[in-house]
């Protein structure tokens, strides 16, 4: 005997509250766990909260891509020697990174971003070298951040702290394994 309409409707509710039940199971025995990826997460939320004023903002579609697209905004007017207008984009810059940040804390590319426009403005120093650690711990396996982090910090690591260090090795392991892999 076949299911009604109305009852296999009833059975897809069903296997779907169930796979979603699940779902949040295993998302609790990740959390408790420890995995690392997971403990970066929250040590990023941290880290954003200590820079935002007040609670963290709504998000919105389309905020790392606006975010990353004021950083090239940047670097395309120092390319240009736009000096006149320099202050004003790395503010806007600076601000939806903050925002992005909030909203997708585990966003290695967004790490990497404010620290090039932190160490721009100020230097190499202790809050550089943090969001090149947080940079790290969210894309540890993400070769193209190993690579931008080796491109823009590799020359001044000397400046940076122990685990920023440690992070640029680990990235230089990593490509020398993936070039002896070929």
Same mark, same amino acid.
């Given at each position: 005997?076949?299911?009604?309409?109305?009852?296999?409707?009833?059975?897809?509710?069903?296997?779907?509250?169930?796979?979603?039940?699940?779902?949040?199971?295993?998302?609790?025995?990740?959390?408790?766990?420890?995995?690392?990826?997971?403990?970066?997460?929250?040590?990023?939320?941290?880290?954003?909260? *200590? &820079?935002?004023?007040?609670?963290?903002?709504?998000?919105?579609?389309? $905020? !790392?891509?606006?975010?990353?697209? #004021?950083? @090239? =905004?940047?670097?395309?007017?120092?390319?240009?020697?736009?000096? *006149? &207008?320099?202050?004003?984009?790395?503010?806007?810059?600076?601000?939806? $990174? !903050?925002?992005?940040?909030?909203? #997708?804390? @585990? =966003?290695?590319?967004?790490?990497?971003?404010?620290?090039?426009?932190?160490?721009?403005?100020?230097?190499?120093?202790?809050?550089?070298?943090?969001?090149?650690?947080?940079?790290?711990?969210?894309?540890?396996?993400?070769?193209?951040?190993?690579?931008?982090?080796?491109?823009?910090?590799?020359?001044?690591?000397?400046?940076?702290?122990?685990?920023?260090?440690?992070?640029?090795?680990?990235?230089?392991?990593?490509?020398?394994?993936?070039?002896?892999?070929?």
């Amino acid at each position: 005997m076949r299911p009604s309409s109305r009852e296999g409707r009833w059975r897809l509710r069903v296997a779907i509250v169930v796979l979603a039940g699940c779902f949040g199971a295993v998302a609790i025995l990740v959390l408790n766990s420890g995995l690392p990826t997971v403990r970066a997460v929250f040590a990023a939320r941290t880290a954003v909260s *200590d &820079t935002l004023p007040g609670e963290l903002v709504a998000c919105r579609n389309g $905020l !790392r891509r606006s975010a990353l697209l #004021a950083v @090239a =905004q940047v670097e395309n007017g120092m390319r240009s020697g736009r000096a *006149d &207008t320099m202050d004003a984009d790395m503010d806007r810059a600076e601000d939806a $990174l !903050r925002e992005a940040l909030a909203c #997708a804390p @585990a =966003q290695p590319t967004l790490w990497l971003a404010v620290a090039r426009l932190r160490a721009i403005r100020h230097g190499i120093d202790e809050t550089v070298a943090r969001y090149v650690e947080m940079s790290c711990r969210t894309g540890r396996f993400e070769l193209w951040n190993a690579r931008d982090r080796i491109r823009f910090f590799g020359a001044a690591e000397a400046d940076l702290s122990e685990d920023a260090r440690r992070c640029l090795a680990e990235d230089r392991a990593s490509f020398a394994r993936l070039i002896a892999s070929r």
